[in-house]
Each structure stands twice: as C-alpha cells, then as structure tokens.
C-alpha cells in the first residue's frame, strides 16, 4: 500500500486531504491519465489531480464540456490499455458523461468516473445542481460507491483499489459518487509517497479447441484483434475481417467478404462459422449466421454482450486454440484460394496508376495530369487516407459511410485502427481521435512518432465540434481531422426509407442538410485548414502535419 500520509496536506479541509490521497492510491494502482471538467464542488479533487500532475505522477487533460471529456477520457484508455479516471462537478455535469459510459460499456473499456456530489442532508431538498448521481447510468456501470464526506483519508485505499480493480477486470466504466462538505477546497500542502501496487490477473479461461471442418470461414468484427488472423491462417480458412477489426490483414484476407456472402456459390456454402469480437459493418455477416445450416462458434472479446444474433451460436468461450497445421487438403486449399481469388478479383484496378513504357512516357504524364484533377470520391477519399497511414500512425474511422466504402474497399494492412463501435455512435469521435493522439504521441511510453488520422463525416464533425477546442496550456497533439463533406447525412440514401418516403421530409428529418463554414470553424478554433476538392489536393493535404488541421473533403451526395 501507498505510505501514509505524514501530515496534514490540506489543513481545514477533508476534501483536499481526502482527494490527494484518493487519487495517490489510484496512481499507485496504475492510473497515468486524468480528464476532468471544472466544476464547484469537484474543486478539491481537480486541485488535487493538478498537484499530482506538478509532482509528475500523471498527465491532466482538462476540458470544458464533459461529453467531450469522457470520449477523450474513452480514446486514452483505448490507447493506453489502462483505465482513466474523469472528474466532475454534480448535476447535468455527470449526465453529459452518459454517452461515452454506454460506448466504454458496449466496447469494454476501463473509466473510472469520480463525480462529486452534495453530502445527503443536501439531497432531496431542491438544492442547486444536485439529483439522484448513483446509478445514474444504470447497467452500464457495473459497480458504484455512493461515498459519505470524508472526515479522514482511512477509506481511500480501499476505495481506489476497489475501482480500479473493478474497472479493469470487466473491463468498463465504474463511479465513485463523492460527496463533500465544505469547505470544498485548502492549498495542497504536501504529497504522500505513492508506492506502485501490483496488479492480481486472474487465470484466464481454458480455450477451446476447434478442428478441422470443411466449408468454415473466420469472421472478425470490432474488436477481435489480430487473434482472429492467426486463428484463420491456422486453420487454412478465408478471414472476413472488418476494417476496424484488428485483423484487416494477412494472406487469408477476403476484403470484398460482401459480396462473396451474397454469391450462393461461396457464402451459400458456408457450413461453420468463427466469430470473434463484434461485427457491425454488413447485412450479410448476421444473415450468414442466423442461418440454421451454419454451425456458429462465437469467441467474446470484452464487450458487454456476445455477439450472438438469433441466439444461434453452438458455443461462446473468451479464446479457441487449433492445433495442427492449415488444411492442406485440395478441397480445403481450393476453399480458401476460391474466396482469396474471387475477393481480389471483385476490387477493381485503377488502371491510371499503371507504370507506363518508356513510349507511352508523355501520354501517361498527361494521364496522371488529369487523374490529379479528378473529383474526390468516397472510395478515393478512404483508399488515399489508408495508404498514407502507417504503424507509426493511428487512424479513427467515424460512424458514418466512409467507414463502409473502407470496409469494402482497402486492402490489407496492419495498422491501428480504431472506429467506436460498442453503440457505433457519431458522438464524440473527434474527441476519441484526440484522446488517442495524446496517448499514442506522448513522450512519456507513446509509440506512434507520426500523426492521428479522424475520417469522419460532416454530421459527424458538427456532432463533436466542442472537442476541436483546446484551452490555455493544453497540449495540441499532431491530428488531422478529414471530413468527407457531402452536405448532410447521405447515409440514410441507402436504407429502404429513402425510395418510400416523400422526398422533401426525407431531407428535413432524415438526411438533414447543412451548409456550416467550416473553414471558418477551424479557424475560431484555431486549426489549421485546408481543403481538398481533386485527388491531387488530397494527396498533398494529406502530408502529415505536426498541428492540429482539418481537411475538408466536398463530396458529391
């Protein structure tokens, strides 16, 4: 346990003393990060958090709005692996978190959320900013401590090791509700020593063993990381591996798995399917297993439910193991060459990016001449994003079309990926893309040296706009944030709504036009600006850039 504290840190007030030994704890459990929101009666916990930051015991991001907050708090605990804890003031404060709760819940990603609250005798009287906090997010946190005012620190050892172990065992969202008596807040006097405390990991599940069988194919969704590529290539068997997937690679990659799915000579063929994390990009994938003559194994990833649609899995495990080699039989080698073949085949060559002879030197100068001019479409926006992005990078794909055409369209390539798919939102994915920038760039154990990519519709930019705001003495990572501008929500343009609906109120509630300036957002917000309307403009926008850019991609709708 962390040492005791050898005097008083804050003389006059048990909030302060109380808050610098909480959050010394939860550092010396492996807390590195901190977000927080100011806030009145949160003052003696985000006082506390900036001397432990002064100390150079933890990072502080420090946000305005608590929805961005809390996905900026989600995209640092993506990137780091460890838990983050978010404070807050009482009231609508704890609310704005909710979003980001139900996506940390959905996707199993560990936050600690310490809200502060008014002591009990406060309650229930109409008080200012103060309503029922405690399961407030109701199953979306699996564990919560409504915390009486503290008099002394004896309690908070074990609270921080209750949290923190809570939030990283399930793993997901937890809430410490603390409540304080004033006075709220006295100058931190001193620190207690922090004494790092070793985690206890549970053992983890046998796996199971899946054999051999003819006619299977491995399905990756979010979330299955590269397990589900080395379990295919173990198997000898096609890999139908999203784009956000973790797995969106390798020599089994089928990426045009759609249309193979809807072709009865191959997905009309699957006999066993093996499906890890969560798929949420296609029709087909659920279709294919709610069919009754599959035979569906499903490996949970950390997400709150199993995938399992139709309730028709056979078996659901954390893990699977094939021992053996891949198939190499000729029916099972001409199964996975069939689907390898038939993929590649469907993706079409750009033939303008074809080496030219030596006679052909000035008409294919010409050519490439007028492929610069070309008009930006979606499947050249998310092709040109994905190939100038590498390990060194990160790239975060918003809930919109242009995560579908990458999902449809590029090619193999081990890069980090992230899209929030737990409730597959368009809230706070800008803040996301923020949060993995910070984490991923920082001097402090970050291992990306090159630049954050967030490919993002309109909707979805407009959706978390707040999160382009950075205040004084806030780090501003190297991020660009691309928007495929096609003037409104285009997505809807393929659903069944859209040829029964009449035109005029299809475009007022479902597609929803705008026209924001959004040259003239970056610039209030102090981003750097550029827009790119022909691939060669794209191509140069797309150099990475060491400030924080928006890029504006016009699309046609």
């Known amino acids: ?21 909480l959050i010394g704890e939860l550092i010396g459990r492996g807390v590195r990060d901190i977000v927080l929101c100011p806030g009145s009666r949160s003052q003696a916990l985000a006082l506390a958090a900036a001397a432990w930051e002064r100390d150079g015991k933890l990072r502080l991001r420090v946000r305005i709005d608590e929805r961005v907050a809390g996905f900026l708090a989600l995209g640092i605990a993506v990137e780091t692996g460890r838990p983050v804890a978010i404070i807050t003031t009482s009231g609508t404060a704890v609310a704005n978190l909710h979003p980001a709760v139900l996506e940390a819940h959905h996707s199993g990603v560990p936050l600690i959320l310490l809200t502060a609250d008014r002591p009990a005798e406060l309650r229930g009287i109409g008080g200012n900013q103060t309503t ?18 503290p008099s002394d620190v004896s309690q908070a050892a074990a609270l921080a090791g209750e949290a923190y172990a809570a939030a990283a065992r399930t793993p997901g969202p937890v809430q410490l509700n603390l409540s304080f008596r004033e006075p709220l807040s006295r100058p931190v006097q001193e620190l207690p020593e922090v004494r790092e405390q070793g985690s206890v990991d549970e053992p983890p599940d046998e796996p199971r063993r899946i054999a051999d069988a003819a006619h299977t194919v491995v399905i990756a969704g979010h979330g299955a990381g590269p397990d589900a590529e080395a379990f295919a290539r173990s198997l000898g068997v096609p890999l139908l591996a999203e784009v956000s997937s973790g797995s969106h690679f390798g020599p089994n990659l089928v990426v ?4 193979l799915l809807d072709d009865p000579e191959f997905g009309g063929r699957v006999e066993r399917a093996v499906v890890f994390g969560h798929p949420t990009l296609s029709r087909q994938v659920p279709t294919l297993l709610n069919r009754p003559d599959v035979l569906v194994h499903v490996v949970r990833g950390v997400t709150a439910d199993a995938y399992n649609p139709g309730h028709r899995a056979a078996t659901i495990d954390t893990s699977v193991t094939h021992d ?16 390898v073949h038939a993929g590649r085949s469907m993706l079409a060559v750009d033939p303008t990016r074809a080496p030219a002879s030596d006679e052909r030197a000035g ?3 010409r050519e490439q001449l007028a492929v610069f001019r070309q008009p930006v479409t979606r499947r050249m926006l998310v092709e040109s994003v994905w190939r100038v992005t590498w390990p060194h990078d990160r790239l975060v794909l918003g809930a919109s079309r242009l995560i579908r055409e990458a999902d449809m369209f590029v090619p193999g390539k081990r890069i980090p990926v992230h899209a929030n798919r737990g ?36 909707l979805t930019a407009l959706y978390d706009v707040g999160a382009l705001l950075f205040g004084g003495g806030e780090v501003r ?19 069944e709504v859209a040829a029964t609906a009449p035109a005029d109120a299809f475009d007022r509630v479902q597609y929803t036009p705008q026209a924001v300036d959004l040259r003239a957002l970056a610039t209030a917000y102090g981003w750097d600006y550029r827009v790119a309307r ?18 504006e991609v016009p699309l046609p709708r």
């Open 324 to 339: 053996g080699l891949p198939d190499e039989t000729t029916e099972g080698r001409g199964w996975l060459g069939s689907w």
């Open 256 to 259: 045009a798995y759609r249309g």
């Open 477 to 495: 990572p190297r991020i660009q944030v691309i928007v495929g501008n096609d003037g409104g929500g285009t997505i809807f343009d393929g659903l």
């Open 423 to 458: 409730l597959a939102g368009i809230d706070g994915t800008i803040a996301t893309g923020i949060g993995i920038a910070l984490s991923s760039q920082d001097s402090d154990g970050g291992s990306a040296s090159g630049i954050t990519r967030v490919l993002v519709g309109d």
């Open 1 to 21: 346990m962390s040492t005791p504290v050898t005097g008083p840190v804050a003389a006059g007030s048990p909030a302060t003393t109380f808050s610098v030994a």
């Open 363 to 365: 008409e294919f100068a």
């Open 534 to 551: 022909n691939r060669g403009e794209l191509d140069e926008a797309l150099a990475a850039s060491e400030t924080p850019t928006l890029v």
């Open 132 to 149: 029922d906090q405690v399961g407030i997010f109701g199953s979306a946190v699996g564990w919560v401590r409504d915390v009486a005012p």
